[in-house]
Protein backbone atom coordinates (compact mmCIF):
# COMPACT_ATOMS: atom_id res chain seq x y z
CA UNK A 1 0.00 0.00 0.00
CA UNK A 2 0.96 3.68 -0.65
CA UNK A 3 2.15 5.38 2.16
CA UNK A 4 2.11 9.05 0.70
CA UNK A 5 -0.51 10.54 -1.00
CA UNK A 6 -0.93 11.35 -4.79
CA UNK A 7 -3.34 13.09 -7.43
CA UNK A 8 -5.59 10.06 -7.27
CA UNK A 9 -5.78 9.94 -3.38
CA UNK A 10 -6.36 13.58 -3.32
CA UNK A 11 -9.21 13.37 -5.78
CA UNK A 12 -10.47 10.00 -3.37
CA UNK A 13 -10.04 12.34 0.07
CA UNK A 14 -11.59 15.19 -1.43
CA UNK A 15 -14.88 13.04 -2.40
CA UNK A 16 -14.44 10.37 1.05
CA UNK A 17 -12.90 12.48 3.30
CA UNK A 18 -15.78 13.63 5.60
CA UNK A 19 -15.75 17.23 6.29
CA UNK A 20 -18.66 17.47 8.54
CA UNK A 21 -17.43 21.47 8.75
CA UNK A 22 -18.28 21.94 5.13
CA UNK A 23 -21.08 22.90 3.69
CA UNK A 24 -20.99 23.26 -0.11
CA UNK A 25 -17.64 20.99 -0.49
CA UNK A 26 -14.02 20.76 -0.46
CA UNK A 27 -12.06 23.46 -2.29
CA UNK A 28 -8.20 22.22 -3.31
CA UNK A 29 -5.53 24.71 -3.90
CA UNK A 30 -2.08 23.19 -4.96
CA UNK A 31 1.36 24.21 -5.26
CA UNK A 32 4.32 23.24 -6.11
CA UNK A 33 5.50 21.07 -2.60
CA UNK A 34 1.47 21.10 -1.27
CA UNK A 35 -1.82 20.20 -1.13
CA UNK A 36 -3.90 22.61 0.63
CA UNK A 37 -8.04 21.47 0.94
CA UNK A 38 -9.94 24.44 2.28
CA UNK A 39 -13.64 24.28 4.12
CA UNK A 40 -15.65 26.49 5.71
CA UNK A 41 -13.92 26.36 8.48
CA UNK A 42 -10.34 24.77 8.03
CA UNK A 43 -7.36 23.89 5.79
CA UNK A 44 -5.43 21.33 5.41
CA UNK A 45 -1.99 21.26 3.84
CA UNK A 46 -0.81 17.93 2.94
CA UNK A 47 2.72 18.03 1.95
CA UNK A 48 3.78 16.25 -1.57
CA UNK A 49 5.79 13.39 -1.70
CA UNK A 50 9.03 15.14 -2.98
CA UNK A 51 12.91 15.55 -2.65
CA UNK A 52 14.90 17.95 -3.55
CA UNK A 53 18.28 19.48 -3.24
CA UNK A 54 16.70 22.02 -0.65
CA UNK A 55 13.49 19.77 0.61
CA UNK A 56 13.08 16.19 1.63
CA UNK A 57 9.54 15.09 2.09
CA UNK A 58 9.96 11.63 0.87
CA UNK A 59 9.26 9.80 4.05
CA UNK A 60 5.99 9.43 5.98
CA UNK A 61 8.40 9.42 8.93
CA UNK A 62 10.11 13.21 7.48
CA UNK A 63 6.19 14.15 6.35
CA UNK A 64 5.22 14.20 10.23
CA UNK A 65 8.14 15.64 11.22
CA UNK A 66 8.17 18.73 9.03
CA UNK A 67 4.45 19.08 9.46
CA UNK A 68 4.77 19.35 13.68
CA UNK A 69 7.77 21.55 12.40
CA UNK A 70 5.28 23.61 10.34
CA UNK A 71 2.97 23.60 13.30
CA UNK A 72 5.39 25.15 15.61
CA UNK A 73 7.31 27.72 13.89
CA UNK A 74 3.84 29.40 12.57
CA UNK A 75 3.09 28.98 15.92
CA UNK A 76 5.46 32.40 16.55
CA UNK A 77 3.20 34.55 14.47
CA UNK A 78 -0.23 32.57 14.01
CA UNK A 79 -1.05 30.82 16.95
CA UNK A 80 -4.59 31.59 16.42
CA UNK A 81 -4.54 29.96 12.68
CA UNK A 82 -2.24 26.81 13.32
CA UNK A 83 -3.96 23.95 15.34
CA UNK A 84 -1.97 20.88 15.08
CA UNK A 85 -0.84 17.82 12.79
CA UNK A 86 -3.28 15.37 12.28
CA UNK A 87 -2.83 11.69 10.55
CA UNK A 88 -4.71 10.51 7.09
CA UNK A 89 -6.20 6.84 7.47
CA UNK A 90 -7.16 4.79 5.00
CA UNK A 91 -9.60 2.45 5.41
CA UNK A 92 -10.49 0.01 2.24
CA UNK A 93 -11.32 2.63 -0.07
CA UNK A 94 -12.04 5.13 1.97
CA UNK A 95 -9.05 7.75 3.00
CA UNK A 96 -10.25 10.33 5.95
CA UNK A 97 -9.12 13.18 8.24
CA UNK A 98 -11.46 12.86 10.93
CA UNK A 99 -12.32 9.19 10.53
CA UNK A 100 -9.43 7.74 13.05
CA UNK A 101 -9.90 4.05 11.71
CA UNK A 102 -7.60 2.21 9.23
CA UNK A 103 -4.22 2.72 8.52
CA UNK A 104 -2.10 6.02 8.70
CA UNK A 105 -0.76 6.98 5.20
CA UNK A 106 0.11 10.41 5.55
CA UNK A 107 0.25 13.53 7.70
CA UNK A 108 -1.47 17.02 7.68
CA UNK A 109 -1.20 20.49 9.28
CA UNK A 110 -4.82 21.87 10.89
CA UNK A 111 -5.51 25.40 10.39
CA UNK A 112 -7.94 27.62 10.96
CA UNK A 113 -9.17 29.13 7.27
CA UNK A 114 -9.14 32.50 7.16
CA UNK A 115 -10.52 35.38 5.04
CA UNK A 116 -9.11 35.77 1.39
CA UNK A 117 -9.98 38.42 1.04
CA UNK A 118 -8.04 39.80 4.07
CA UNK A 119 -4.59 38.86 1.89
CA UNK A 120 -2.38 41.74 2.06
CA UNK A 121 -1.55 40.55 -1.56
CA UNK A 122 -5.22 41.18 -2.60
CA UNK A 123 -5.53 44.20 -0.39
CA UNK A 124 -2.75 46.00 -2.13
CA UNK A 125 -4.15 45.45 -5.50
CA UNK A 126 -7.81 46.98 -4.27
CA UNK A 127 -5.57 50.17 -2.73
CA UNK A 128 -7.07 48.82 0.82
CA UNK A 129 -3.78 48.98 2.65
CA UNK A 130 -3.89 51.05 5.19
CA UNK A 131 -0.36 52.93 6.86
CA UNK A 132 -2.01 51.68 10.04
CA UNK A 133 -1.67 48.17 9.33
CA UNK A 134 1.92 48.62 8.00
CA UNK A 135 2.78 50.45 11.09
CA UNK A 136 1.07 47.42 12.93
CA UNK A 137 3.17 44.92 10.91
CA UNK A 138 6.53 47.16 11.35
CA UNK A 139 6.02 46.68 15.62
CA UNK A 140 4.57 43.04 15.08
CA UNK A 141 8.23 41.91 12.88
CA UNK A 142 10.34 44.29 14.66
CA UNK A 143 8.89 42.88 18.36
CA UNK A 144 9.31 39.20 16.37
CA UNK A 145 13.13 39.61 15.49
CA UNK A 146 14.30 40.90 18.66
CA UNK A 147 13.05 37.73 20.42
CA UNK A 148 14.05 35.49 17.63
CA UNK A 149 17.03 33.06 18.12
CA UNK A 150 20.44 34.58 17.64
CA UNK A 151 22.12 32.08 14.81
CA UNK A 152 25.59 33.51 14.74
CA UNK A 153 28.85 32.44 12.22
CA UNK A 154 25.88 31.58 9.60
CA UNK A 155 26.51 33.67 6.62
CA UNK A 156 28.65 32.21 3.91
CA UNK A 157 29.87 34.31 1.53
CA UNK A 158 30.76 32.24 -1.10
CA UNK A 159 27.54 30.42 -0.93
CA UNK A 160 25.77 33.98 -1.01
CA UNK A 161 27.30 34.75 -4.58
CA UNK A 162 26.06 31.37 -5.89
CA UNK A 163 22.71 31.94 -4.94
CA UNK A 164 22.62 35.75 -6.56
CA UNK A 165 24.35 34.87 -9.81
CA UNK A 166 22.58 31.83 -10.53
CA UNK A 167 20.09 34.40 -12.25
CA UNK A 168 22.40 33.75 -15.59
CA UNK A 169 20.96 30.08 -16.37
CA UNK A 170 17.92 32.28 -17.20
CA UNK A 171 20.03 34.87 -19.72
CA UNK A 172 20.08 32.61 -23.27
CA UNK A 173 15.85 32.79 -22.51
CA UNK A 174 16.04 36.43 -21.94
CA UNK A 175 18.52 37.20 -24.42
CA UNK A 176 15.93 35.48 -26.69
CA UNK A 177 12.66 36.74 -25.79
CA UNK A 178 14.28 40.16 -24.57
CA UNK A 179 16.92 40.61 -26.60
CA UNK A 180 19.42 43.12 -24.72
CA UNK A 181 17.35 44.69 -22.78
CA UNK A 182 16.95 42.49 -19.49
CA UNK A 183 20.38 40.14 -20.40
CA UNK A 184 22.09 43.30 -19.72
CA UNK A 185 20.88 44.08 -16.56
CA UNK A 186 21.80 40.45 -15.69
CA UNK A 187 25.34 41.03 -16.87
CA UNK A 188 25.76 44.58 -14.88
CA UNK A 189 23.95 43.20 -11.64
CA UNK A 190 25.98 40.43 -11.45
CA UNK A 191 29.85 42.65 -11.35
CA UNK A 192 27.79 44.74 -9.04
CA UNK A 193 26.86 41.95 -6.93
CA UNK A 194 30.59 40.48 -6.78
CA UNK A 195 31.81 43.91 -5.94
CA UNK A 196 29.55 44.31 -3.19
CA UNK A 197 30.71 41.20 -1.60
CA UNK A 198 33.86 41.83 -2.22
CA UNK A 199 34.51 45.34 -0.69
CA UNK A 200 31.43 44.56 1.99
CA UNK A 201 32.91 41.46 3.40
CA UNK A 202 34.16 42.55 6.79
CA UNK A 203 30.55 44.29 7.37
CA UNK A 204 28.79 40.81 6.41
CA UNK A 205 31.05 38.65 8.76
CA UNK A 206 30.20 41.67 11.71
CA UNK A 207 26.17 41.32 11.12
CA UNK A 208 27.14 37.47 11.46
CA UNK A 209 28.72 37.75 14.49
CA UNK A 210 27.10 40.35 16.24
CA UNK A 211 23.28 38.75 16.27
CA UNK A 212 21.88 40.41 12.98
CA UNK A 213 21.62 36.71 11.97
CA UNK A 214 18.22 34.99 13.36
CA UNK A 215 15.96 32.22 13.17
CA UNK A 216 12.97 34.28 11.13
CA UNK A 217 10.35 33.89 9.03
CA UNK A 218 12.28 33.40 5.74
CA UNK A 219 9.66 33.91 3.41
CA UNK A 220 8.21 37.38 4.16
CA UNK A 221 6.02 38.61 1.50
CA UNK A 222 2.53 40.39 1.09
CA UNK A 223 1.06 36.70 0.34
CA UNK A 224 1.71 35.55 3.67
CA UNK A 225 0.19 37.86 5.37
CA UNK A 226 -3.54 38.60 6.06
CA UNK A 227 -4.39 41.90 7.40
CA UNK A 228 -7.17 41.54 10.34
CA UNK A 229 -6.91 43.99 13.30
CA UNK A 230 -3.74 42.37 14.10
CA UNK A 231 -1.98 40.91 11.00
CA UNK A 232 -1.24 37.19 10.95
CA UNK A 233 1.82 36.47 9.32
CA UNK A 234 2.08 32.85 7.95
CA UNK A 235 3.47 30.06 6.05
CA UNK A 236 7.38 30.66 7.04
CA UNK A 237 9.85 28.40 5.77
CA UNK A 238 9.94 24.67 7.87
CA UNK A 239 11.53 22.48 4.93
CA UNK A 240 14.90 24.53 5.33
CA UNK A 241 16.71 25.76 8.06
CA UNK A 242 19.27 27.38 5.52
CA UNK A 243 16.18 29.51 3.95
CA UNK A 244 14.60 30.65 7.76
CA UNK A 245 18.26 31.49 9.87
CA UNK A 246 18.82 35.10 7.94
CA UNK A 247 20.04 38.49 8.37
CA UNK A 248 16.66 40.82 9.71
CA UNK A 249 17.82 43.23 6.96
CA UNK A 250 17.40 40.46 4.54
CA UNK A 251 13.85 39.36 5.81
CA UNK A 252 12.31 43.42 5.61
CA UNK A 253 14.16 43.60 2.57
CA UNK A 254 11.96 40.81 0.55
CA UNK A 255 8.90 42.53 2.33
CA UNK A 256 9.75 46.04 0.96
CA UNK A 257 10.85 44.88 -2.75
CA UNK A 258 7.20 43.08 -2.50
CA UNK A 259 5.66 46.63 -1.74
CA UNK A 260 7.70 48.19 -4.60
CA UNK A 261 6.54 45.52 -7.20
CA UNK A 262 3.48 46.67 -6.63
CA UNK A 263 3.94 49.75 -7.37
CA UNK A 264 3.80 51.24 -3.44
CA UNK A 265 7.15 52.54 -2.91
CA UNK A 266 4.98 54.66 -0.09
CA UNK A 267 4.28 51.54 1.67
CA UNK A 268 8.18 50.40 1.61
CA UNK A 269 9.27 53.49 2.98
CA UNK A 270 6.60 53.99 5.88
CA UNK A 271 7.27 50.31 7.13
CA UNK A 272 11.29 50.88 6.82
CA UNK A 273 10.91 53.80 8.82
CA UNK A 274 8.62 52.30 11.54
CA UNK A 275 10.70 49.04 11.86
CA UNK A 276 13.96 50.81 12.51
CA UNK A 277 12.01 52.89 14.96
CA UNK A 278 10.50 50.09 16.98
CA UNK A 279 14.00 47.42 16.42
CA UNK A 280 15.94 50.47 18.20
CA UNK A 281 18.11 50.04 15.07
CA UNK A 282 20.60 52.59 14.44
CA UNK A 283 20.80 52.85 10.62
CA UNK A 284 24.67 53.31 8.99
CA UNK A 285 25.48 54.28 5.56
CA UNK A 286 26.60 50.73 5.41
CA UNK A 287 23.23 48.85 6.75
CA UNK A 288 21.23 51.38 4.39
CA UNK A 289 22.99 49.68 1.59
CA UNK A 290 23.13 46.10 2.89
CA UNK A 291 19.23 46.43 2.86
CA UNK A 292 19.14 47.53 -1.17
CA UNK A 293 21.25 45.36 -2.20
CA UNK A 294 19.12 42.71 -0.51
CA UNK A 295 16.03 44.31 -2.28
CA UNK A 296 18.22 43.79 -5.24
CA UNK A 297 18.82 39.80 -4.21
CA UNK A 298 15.42 39.36 -3.55
CA UNK A 299 14.45 41.19 -6.69
CA UNK A 300 16.84 39.00 -8.65
CA UNK A 301 15.46 35.83 -7.25
CA UNK A 302 11.74 36.75 -8.61
CA UNK A 303 12.80 37.73 -11.77
CA UNK A 304 14.37 34.03 -12.25
CA UNK A 305 11.85 31.81 -10.81
CA UNK A 306 8.91 33.73 -12.83
CA UNK A 307 11.66 33.50 -15.96
CA UNK A 308 11.67 29.56 -15.01
CA UNK A 309 8.06 29.38 -14.86
CA UNK A 310 7.45 30.86 -18.22
CA UNK A 311 10.13 28.62 -19.77
CA UNK A 312 8.11 25.75 -18.75
CA UNK A 313 4.38 27.18 -19.44
CA UNK A 314 2.45 26.23 -22.68
CA UNK A 315 -0.58 28.55 -21.79
CA UNK A 316 -0.29 31.35 -24.10
CA UNK A 317 -2.34 33.33 -21.67
CA UNK A 318 -0.06 32.20 -18.36
CA UNK A 319 2.64 32.76 -20.30
CA UNK A 320 1.57 36.71 -20.84
CA UNK A 321 1.02 37.44 -17.40
CA UNK A 322 4.24 35.46 -16.30
CA UNK A 323 6.32 37.56 -18.89
CA UNK A 324 4.18 40.89 -17.12
CA UNK A 325 6.22 39.19 -14.36
CA UNK A 326 9.65 39.06 -15.64
CA UNK A 327 9.58 42.39 -16.56
CA UNK A 328 8.05 44.02 -13.68
CA UNK A 329 10.98 42.02 -11.49
CA UNK A 330 13.83 43.33 -13.92
CA UNK A 331 12.75 46.81 -13.94
CA UNK A 332 12.24 46.90 -10.39
CA UNK A 333 16.16 44.92 -10.73
CA UNK A 334 17.67 47.48 -12.44
CA UNK A 335 16.58 50.57 -10.43
CA UNK A 336 18.63 49.08 -7.58
CA UNK A 337 21.25 48.57 -9.65
CA UNK A 338 21.13 51.94 -10.79
CA UNK A 339 21.77 53.12 -7.45
CA UNK A 340 24.51 50.90 -6.93
CA UNK A 341 22.58 49.86 -3.47
CA UNK A 342 22.32 53.35 -1.79
Known sequence: MNTAMDPLQI???????????????????????????????????????????????????????????????????????????????????????????GKIIDYAVLMNRMDSSKEM????????VSTGSIEKLAKQLAAFHESASIVKNK????????????????????????????????????????????????????????????????????GNIFLYEEPVIFDCIEFNDDFRQIDVLDEIAFFCMDMEANNRNDLSKLFYENYLVYSKMNETQESRM??????????????????????????EELDLKKREDIERYFKLLKSYLENDFK
Open 11 to 101: KKLLKTGCFPDNQAGPILKETHISWVILTSKYAYKIKKPLHYSFLDFSTLEKRKYFCEREVELNRRLAAKMYLKTIPIFMNGDTISLNNED
Open 121 to 128: KYMLQRNE
Open 155 to 222: FDIHDFQQKYNDIKTVNSYISEHYKDIYSNIIIDVIKKSDEFLNTQRSYFQYRSTHGFIRDIHGDLHS
Open 290 to 315: LFNYYKSYRANVRAKINTLNAMQSSD
